[in-house]
C-alpha cells in the first residue's frame, strides 16, 4: 500500500521512503487535468469577454472559477512533481487538501444552490461535477500523501476569507456580487449567518478531507529501475610462493661511483653565430 502509517506529527516529522512516491501515469494524469481546467477557463472568460463581460475580477469573483484557477495551478504542480520522481512533500499535501476541499463545496453548493452559474452547460458540469469528483478520487486512492496534520485544519480558512473580502470590496465599488444569496439587500443578518453556514460547510468538509488522507490509498505499481547483474567473481586459486635465487658476492661486479665532470664554458646563439663564454 501507499503512504505510511502514524500519525500526522510523527510522519511529517520523519524520514520518507519510496512508498510516497506516485507512478508516472498519474503526474501525467494531474498535469493533463490541470492544464484542461486552465484551458477551459480561458476559453469560458473569452467567450464572455466577447458578450460584455471583460473583467476578470467578476470572472474570478466567482468562487467556482477562483476555485478551479487555485486547484490547476496546484494539481499542474503536483503533476510535474510525480513526473519527474519527487516523493511528497508536506507542504504539497497541505496545499492540495485546500484545493480538494474547496473542490468538494463548489460541487455541493452548485447542486444544493439553484441558479448560482451562467457559464455553458457543459462547462458547468466540468467544473462543478467532473473536476471534484476526479479530485476527490485522486486525493483517496493515490496515497502518495502523508496524513495532513490536524494543526494544520485552519489552513483552509484564509482563502475563503480573502475571495469574501473581494467581494465585499467589489459590492462597494460596482455593486456587483456574484450570487443571489451574497446580495446586501438580504440584510447583515442574514448575510452574516449565510457567510457563516458557508464558511462552517467548508471546515465539516476538511474534517472529512484530512481523515480522508489517514487511508493509504490502493497498492498500483511504481517504477523501478533495473541494474543488470553483477558478474560473478573469479575464483581464487592460492599460488605458491617462489623464493628468490641467490647471487653469489663473488659474482656481483664492483660498483665505481661516477661523478660527472664540470663543463668548461656555456654556450648561448645569436643568428647564425655561435659564441663562447667563459665559466
Same mark, same amino acid.
Given at each position: 500500500?501507499?503512504?505510511?502509517?502514524?500519525?500526522?506529527?510523527?510522519?511529517r516529522?520523519?524520514?520518507?521512503?519510496?512508498?510516497?512516491?506516485?507512478?508516472?501515469?498519474?503526474?501525467?494524469?494531474?498535469?493533463?487535468?490541470?492544464?484542461?481546467?486552465?484551458?477551459?477557463?480561458?476559453?469560458?472568460?473569452?467567450a464572455?469577454?466577447?458578450?460584455?463581460?471583460?473583467?476578470?475580477?467578476?470572472?474570478f469573483?466567482?468562487?467556482t472559477n477562483?476555485?478551479?484557477?487555485?486547484?490547476?495551478l496546484?494539481?499542474?504542480?503536483?503533476?510535474?512533481?510525480?513526473?519527474?520522481?519527487?516523493?511528497?512533500?508536506?507542504?504539497?499535501a497541505?496545499?492540495?487538501?485546500?484545493?480538494?476541499?474547496?473542490?468538494?463545496?463548489?460541487?455541493?453548493?452548485?447542486?444544493?444552490?439553484?441558479?448560482?452559474?451562467?457559464a455553458?452547460?457543459?462547462?458547468?458540469?466540468?467544473?462543478?461535477?467532473?473536476?471534484?469528483?476526479?479530485?476527490?478520487?485522486?486525493?483517496?486512492?493515490?496515497?502518495?500523501?502523508?496524513?495532513?496534520?490536524?494543526?494544520?485544519?485552519?489552513?483552509?480558512?484564509p482563502?475563503?476569507?480573502?475571495?469574501?473580502?473581494?467581494?465585499?470590496?467589489?459590492?462597494?465599488t460596482?455593486?456587483?456580487?456574484?450570487?443571489?444569496y451574497?446580495?446586501?439587500?438580504?440584510?447583515p443578518?442574514?448575510?452574516?449567518?449565510?457567510?457563516?453556514v458557508v464558511?462552517?460547510?467548508?471546515?465539516?468538509?476538511?474534517?472529512?478531507?484530512?481523515?480522508l488522507?489517514?487511508?493509504?490509498?490502493?497498492?498500483?505499481? @511504481? &517504477?523501478? %529501475? /533495473?541494474?543488470?547483474p553483477?558478474?560473478? !567473481? #573469479?575464483?581464487?586459486?592460492? =599460488? *605458491? $610462493? @617462489? &623464493?628468490? %635465487? /641467490?647471487?653469489?658476492?663473488?659474482?656481483? !661486479? #664492483?660498483?665505481?661511483?661516477? =661523478? *660527472? $665532470?664540470? &663543463?668548461?664554458?656555456?654556450g648561448?646563439?645569436l643568428?647564425?653565430?655561435?659564441?663562447?663564454?667563459? =665559466?
Amino acid at each position: 500500500m501507499w503512504g505510511i502509517r502514524g500519525s500526522a506529527d510523527q510522519v511529517r516529522g520523519t524520514a520518507v521512503d519510496d512508498s510516497l512516491r506516485a507512478p508516472q501515469a498519474i503526474g501525467w494524469a494531474r498535469l493533463a487535468g490541470g492544464t484542461t481546467i486552465l484551458t477551459v477557463l480561458g476559453y469560458t472568460y473569452g467567450a464572455g469577454a466577447m458578450a460584455g463581460r471583460a473583467s476578470l475580477m467578476n470572472f474570478f469573483g466567482f468562487f467556482t472559477n477562483s476555485t478551479n484557477l487555485l486547484a490547476a495551478l496546484i494539481f499542474i504542480v503536483a503533476g510535474v512533481a510525480t513526473i519527474l520522481g519527487y516523493r511528497s512533500r508536506a507542504w504539497l499535501a497541505d496545499l492540495r487538501a485546500i484545493a480538494v476541499t474547496s473542490l468538494i463545496v463548489v460541487g455541493v453548493g452548485y447542486n444544493a444552490l439553484p441558479g448560482v452559474g451562467t457559464a455553458p452547460g457543459w462547462v458547468s458540469v466540468l467544473l462543478h461535477a467532473v473536476v471534484p469528483v476526479a479530485v476527490t478520487l485522486d486525493w483517496l486512492f493515490v496515497g502518495d500523501r502523508r496524513p495532513v496534520a490536524w494543526s494544520q485544519l485552519w489552513l483552509v480558512l484564509p482563502y475563503p476569507v480573502l475571495w469574501l473580502a473581494m467581494i465585499q470590496y467589489r459590492w462597494a465599488t460596482d455593486q456587483w456580487v456574484p450570487y443571489w444569496y451574497m446580495h446586501p439587500s438580504h440584510g447583515p443578518l442574514t448575510l452574516g449567518l449565510r457567510m457563516g453556514v458557508v464558511l462552517a460547510g467548508l471546515l465539516f468538509a476538511a474534517v472529512v478531507v484530512w481523515m480522508l488522507s489517514r487511508f493509504r490509498g490502493l497498492r498500483l505499481p @511504481t &517504477p523501478t %529501475p /533495473t541494474l543488470a547483474p553483477a558478474p560473478a !567473481p #573469479a575464483a581464487w586459486v592460492p =599460488v *605458491p $610462493a @617462489t &623464493p628468490a %635465487p /641467490t647471487v653469489p658476492a663473488t659474482a656481483m !661486479p #664492483a660498483l665505481v661511483p661516477v =661523478v *660527472p $665532470a664540470a &663543463p668548461a664554458s656555456r654556450g648561448s646563439t645569436l643568428g647564425s653565430v655561435r659564441y663562447a663564454t667563459q =665559466v
